[in-house]
C-alpha cells in the first residue's frame, strides 16, 4: 500500500482502490491486478456479481489460512464498506447455496482472517523457527486490526443476529485477547452467541474466552 494515514481509522474504500498498487502485490494465485474489480462486485445489485466478488475474497485472498500481500487492502476496503447502504439488504449464496445476509458474510470473512494473525499463530511459528519480522503480510495486517475492529463494532449489537454473530466473534478475533473484551464490554454479547449459535467455530471462540476470563 502507498496510502499515506492513520492505522487507528480505515482508510476511504475509494481512496484505497485507487491508490494502491494491486498489480505488484499478490494473492494466492499471483498478481492482485484482478482484484479492485471484485471488490466494486460487493456493492453491486447483482447477486450473481456479489457471489463472484465473495468467492474471489474466500479463495485468492485468504486460502488455505494464509496471509497474502493483498489480505491487508483487500481486509481494509472490507471494513470500509461494512456501513455502505447498499449492504443493508445485500445477500450472498456462496458457498452454501442459502442466501444470507453478505454484511455477515463480509463480518465472517475479517474473523477469519483475524484468526490467522494472532498472537497464538504468531508464537506456533516462532517455535517452528519462523519469526514475523519475515512475514511482512503478516505484520501489515496485524498493524490494522484496532482500526478494523473499529470498524467491526458498529454491529455488535446489530438487530440481525447472523450479522451480530459475526461482528462478535471477528471482533473478538480482533482484539486478540481476553482481557480487551472485557475491557470494551463485549462479555455479555459473546455469551450471547454462546448460548444461541449453532456455528462450531464461533461457539468455540465464544467459550474459549469466557473460559479465559473465569480462569
Known amino acids: 500500500m502507498t496510502m499515506e494515514v492513520s492505522r487507528d481509522q480505515v482508510p476511504d474504500p475509494h481512496a484505497l482502490l485507487r491508490d494502491t498498487a494491486w498489480d505488484s502485490i499478490s494473492h494466492a494465485y499471483g498478481p492482485a491486478d484482478d482484484t479492485p474489480l471484485e471488490l466494486v462486485k460487493l456493492l453491486s445489485e447483482?447477486?450473481?456479481?456479489?457471489?463472484?466478488a465473495v468467492q474471489h475474497v474466500s479463495e485468492l485472498?485468504?486460502?488455505?489460512?494464509?496471509?497474502?500481500?493483498?489480505?491487508?487492502?483487500?481486509?481494509?476496503?472490507?471494513a470500509g464498506i461494512l456501513?455502505?447502504?447498499?449492504?443493508?439488504?445485500?445477500?450472498?449464496r456462496y458457498d452454501d447455496g442459502q442466501a444470507?445476509?453478505?454484511?455477515?458474510?463480509?463480518?465472517?470473512?475479517?474473523?477469519?482472517?483475524?484468526?490467522?494473525?494472532?498472537d497464538e499463530i504468531v508464537a506456533i511459528n516462532e517455535r517452528h523457527g519462523?519469526?514475523?519480522?519475515?512475514?511482512?503480510?503478516?505484520?501489515?495486517m496485524r498493524s490494522w486490526r484496532p482500526a478494523i475492529f473499529q470498524a467491526v463494532s458498529a454491529f455488535l449489537h446489530?438487530?440481525?443476529?447472523?450479522?451480530?454473530?459475526?461482528?462478535?466473534?471477528?471482533?473478538?478475533?480482533?482484539?486478540?485477547?481476553p482481557a480487551a473484551v472485557d475491557e470494551h464490554g463485549m462479555v455479555p454479547a459473546v455469551s450471547e452467541v454462546l448460548e444461541t449459535s449453532t456455528d462450531q467455530?464461533?461457539?468455540?471462540v465464544a467459550r474459549d474466552v469466557?473460559?479465559?476470563l473465569v480462569g
Not at 130 to 140: I, S
Open 201 to 204: 467455530f464461533a461457539r468455540r
Open 83 to 92: 456501513s455502505d447502504p447498499r449492504l443493508a439488504a445485500a445477500t450472498t
Open 100 to 118: 444470507r445476509p453478505l454484511r455477515a458474510s463480509l463480518l465472517d470473512w475479517l474473523g477469519c482472517t483475524a484468526d490467522d494473525i494472532t
Open 61 to 78: 485472498v485468504s486460502h488455505q489460512n494464509s496471509v497474502y500481500q493483498a489480505t491487508a487492502p483487500v481486509a481494509l476496503y472490507i
Open 158 to 177: 446489530d438487530p440481525d443476529p447472523d450479522i451480530r454473530r459475526a461482528a462478535v466473534i471477528a471482533g473478538v478475533l480482533l482484539l486478540d485477547s
Open 46 to 52: 447483482d447477486s450473481d456479481r456479489i457471489d463472484e
Open 130 to 140: 519462523f519469526p514475523l519480522d519475515g512475514y511482512v503480510a503478516m505484520k501489515e
Open 210 to 212: 469466557l473460559n479465559a
